[in-house]
């Protein structure tokens, strides 16, 4: 066993010690693949075989007088482990802390500045997604953002970590990474015959006046917070068939909420749902100041994620629909008239 994996096991029990049981005895780990597409670094996931210590064992006797020993049940214990940057690992810790519906994480060199690694809860390996009840999850999801976003409003002091959104960091998005991906897109004849020039050029349009409209938005003071910054379908995920965990925190910047909503917000009774709760917790946006932010990063952030299905929609039905999704955000945010 090389040194590597030695710390991994160490870290492994000590994860499960610290957040399941103290009391449980680690017997073996096997690992097992991991999906094609994560970009995670060194993301790997693991099975736990286990058995409870013998102290917290119970005698049960069956009616034909035998006595046999068993354990205490805990569920089935799978766990990930990732070469994880210092901000993730410090989002991470920070939010478990305030009962955010985050995964319990554990490092080995938590003040590391680089990368290290990280273990942590696999959420949903208990969620069957073909079965949820979705509205009430979809709710619950607002009340649990809402709930992150306030929690962190007012704490630049506290996260010094944490890199501002800035108009400089708008600008590669857009300028760098968007027009890049965007031209490319354009010399495909098909691109134009499929999504037609009214789309195109109506996107065009909205990008050349983006930076300038995000000012408002990032100058927003009494909406910065901390913000996943990365809230694709990918990193929220369904705990338990019930409650929705925020994974994948590498992104996470200091800045206004609403970098994060518009993506989780597919309707208005959501975004509205979002607002209430925000509400709730002691924050009452006004609904016009509301919606004129949105409407903004939400063109913003279709721009800024259709980057990748821009290169893709052609050969994958999924990466076309997403872009229709990220073209409509841009054209038709929630809150237009």
């Known amino acids: 066993m090389s040194i590597d994996d030695i710390k991994l096991t160490e870290l492994i029990k000590d994860t ?12 073996g780990i096997d690992n097992i693949p991991v999906g094609a597409g994560s970009q995670a670094v060194g993301l790997s996931r693991h099975k736990i075989n286990w058995k409870m210590t013998a102290e917290n064992a119970i005698d049960a006797t069956d009616p034909t007088g035998t006595t046999t020993t068993i354990s205490l049940e805990v569920p089935g214990i799978y766990l990930y482990s990732k070469q994880a940057t210092f901000i993730e690992r410090s989002a991470l810790s920070r939010l478990y802390s305030q009962a955010a519906n985050v995964p319990y994480s554990l490092s080995n060199y938590p003040l590391n500045e680089g990368r290290s690694l990280l273990v942590i809860q696999d959420v949903d390996v208990d969620t069957d997604y073909a079965k949820l009840d979705i509205a009430p999850i979809q709710d619950r999801e607002m009340l649990a953002l809402a709930y992150i976003h306030r929690a962190n409003m007012g704490c630049r002091e506290d996260l010094p970590w944490l ?9 590669e998005m857009i300028n760098e990474q968007w027009r890049y991906s965007w031209n490319i897109a354009k ?26 409209e ?41 800045g206004s ?41 939400s063109r913003y952030l279709g721009l800024r994620f259709m980057c990748w299905n821009l290169g893709v929609w052609e050969h994958n039905e999924q ?16 809150f237009s008239s």
């Not at 499960?16 to 017997?27: A, E, K, M, R, T």
């Not at 990466?319 to 929630?334: G, H, I, R, W």
Request: glycine share 4%; with cysteine.
């Open 257 to 297: 909420l609403f970098m994060d909503i518009p993506m989780r917000c597919g309707s208005l009774q959501q975004a509205s749902a979002y607002r209430t709760y925000l509400g709730n917790f002691g924050c009452d946006i006004p609904e016009p100041r509301y919606a004129e932010l949105f409407s903004i990063a």
């Open 163 to 171: 890199p501002m959104v800035d108009e400089a960091y708008i600008a």
């Open 16 to 27: 499960i010690y610290c957040f399941i049981s103290p009391d449980i005895q680690v017997l």
């Open 319 to 334: 990466a076309k629909a997403d872009l229709l999704k990220y073209m409509k955000m841009v054209t038709q945010p929630l």
């Open 214 to 254: 995000m000012s408002a938005v990032i100058n927003d003071a009494s909406t910065h917070t901390m913000i996943h910054n990365d809230l694709n379908p990918g990193n929220v995920l369904v705990h338990n068939n019930e409650n929705v965990y925020f994974i994948d925190w590498e992104e996470a910047r200091y």
């Open 187 to 212: 010399d495909n004849p098909a691109f134009e015959r499929t999504f037609g020039q009214d789309v195109i050029s109506g996107i065009e349009e909205a990008a050349d006046g983006i930076d300038e």
